[in-house]
T-cell receptor
């Protein structure tokens, strides 16, 4: 069964304390992996797309990496405004159409 | 550039009623997708419309339907509402079609009593 698991469920960090969020997947035929952030009361905001193992993307304090089994979202020297829920979604093909499988998210809290 | 807009933002309905939600995509985007988000199930895909045609559909009952107009605006309709339909309904627009780089609206919070 195709599955996407995010860990940890929640993460509390001090401002400036770097860490990583994990998105592991067991799917057949990965077409791409997406990272989004979602603030309370808002829709998800697109961050990155990764297509193949070894690929890396960066944006400000965030860096996303991809292996054949998982993706990491590294947060360097985070600030309170980085607090949000981070969602990953895996793109696969099923019955000649696309399917997007979403993880449950990691709630990140950055304390000043 | 204006973002994705959804109306209404909040809605309270009674079980058995029907509801229509509206979504206006980013200008130039021809793809609109609809999602249901709940604390227990997370984000679940409802359907995608691209240039007025339904391109993909998730595993939701036929009570959930949608359409897209020639200006790319989309509506989602839920008939015979059930308590379990209470959720945040999100629409997302995409330039090249889902699932690539989707831009989400703020959502419509539907409460069914």
């Amino acid at each position: 069964e195709d599955q996407v698991t995010q860990s940890p469920e929640a993460l509390r960090l001090q401002e400036g304390e770097s860490s990583s969020l994990n998105c592991s997947y067991t799917v057949s035929g990965l077409r791409g992996l997406f990272w989004y952030r979602q603030d309370p009361g808002k829709g998800p905001e697109f961050l990155f797309t990764l297509y193949s193992a070894g690929e890396e993307k960066e944006k400000e304090r965030l860096k996303a990496t991809l292996t054949k089994k998982e993706s990491f979202l590294h947060i360097t020297a985070p600030k309170p405004e980085d607090s949000a829920t981070y969602l990953c979604a895996v793109h696969i093909l099923m019955d000649s159409n696309y399917q997007l499988i979403w993880g449950a998210g990691t709630k990140l809290i950055i304390k000043p | 550039k204006a973002g994705v807009t959804q109306t209404p933002r909040y809605l309270i309905k009674t079980r058995g009623q029907q509801v229509t939600l509206s979504c206006s995509p980013i200008s130039g985007h021809r793809s609109v997708s609809w999602y249901q988000q709940t604390p227990g199930q997370g984000l679940q895909f409802l359907f995608e419309y691209f240039s007025e045609t339904q391109r993909n559909k998730g595993n939701f009952p036929g009570r959930f339907s949608g359409r897209q107009f020639s200006n790319s605006r989309s509506e989602m309709n839920v008939s015979t509402l059930e308590l379990g339909d209470s959720a945040l309904y999100l629409c997302a627009s995409s330039l090249n079609g889902a699932p690539y780089e989707q831009y989400f609206g703020p959502g419509t919070r539907l409460t069914v009593t």
